[in-house]
Nanobody, 115 residues
Framework: QVQLVESGGGLVQAGGSLRLSCVAS????????MGWYRQAPGKQRELVAG???????NYADSVKGRFTISRDNAKRTWYLQMNTLKPEDTAVYYC?????????WGQGTQVTVSS
């Protein structure tokens, strides 16, 4: 079991940047994949970026070249660097950790991009 706490959301103008953080505690060494997801009002939650324990990354087409997922093992923290933000990036962002067949979620952090 793991516990996840996100931070770093906020209000930013289009073209700006934000860095989200996800601090993990508990059985973090069993995390297979950490993902950043987002959910906009009236829409389903979608995967934005994923990072496996082996260092493989994948991104949604809508964020490729703008977002970067990374981790700091010493700080037990995963990051999502978001550049060139667009109004359509507005959503609640969640980190989600896969441990075997289970997924654990953080509470989410709101990102709002104004035009």
């Amino acid at each position: 079991q793991v516990q996840l706490v996100e931070s770093g959301g906020g209000l930013v103008q289009a073209g700006g940047s934000l860095r989200l953080s996800c601090v993990a505690s508990g059985n973090i060494f069993s995390i297979n994949t950490m993902g950043w997801y987002r959910q906009a009002p009236g829409k389903q939650r979608e995967l934005v970026a994923g990072l496996t324990s082996g260092g493989y990354t994948n991104y949604a087409d809508s964020v490729k070249g703008r977002f970067t997922i990374s981790r700091d093992n010493a700080k037990r923290t995963w990051y999502l660097q978001m550049n060139t933000l667009k109004p359509e990036d507005t959503a609640v962002y969640y980190c989600g950790a896969n441990l075997g067949r289970y997924r654990y979620w953080g509470q989410g952090t709101q990102v709002t991009v104004s035009s």
